[in-house]
């Protein structure tokens, strides 16, 4: 009996395995485009060649994020975005879904 209704829940546990892996998936790569936003705003802040910040944002950033650094006037807004996709064999069956973040510093001094 208990083997049943097992059987009968069985695909529903499935897609809720399925649905937590990708909220997992999303969750870190919107803390990864914040992350990388952040770290890209500190090193403008301070001054460092626009290829560094870049290189700084693409390494904390998920993989193909797309990075985009306004100065204006003594404000340094960067903005990252990244597609996530499901990891695995499931990646095709789930709509991608794009992430993003900014973060915004005042140039220092000097």
Known sequence: MVTAEIAATFPALVLVLVMAVWGVTVAAGHLRCSDAA??????????????????????????????????????????????MTMPGALGDTLPARTVSARAVALAEAG
Do not use: C, K, Y
Request: glycine share 8%.
């Open 38 to 83: 952040r770290e890209a705003a500190r090193a403008v802040a301070r001054g460092e060649d626009l290829s560094v910040v870049r290189d700084v944002a693409a390494e904390v950033a998920p993989p193909g994020a797309d990075i985009v650094v306004d100065e204006v006037g003594g404000t340094v807004e960067v903005r990252v975005s990244a597609t």
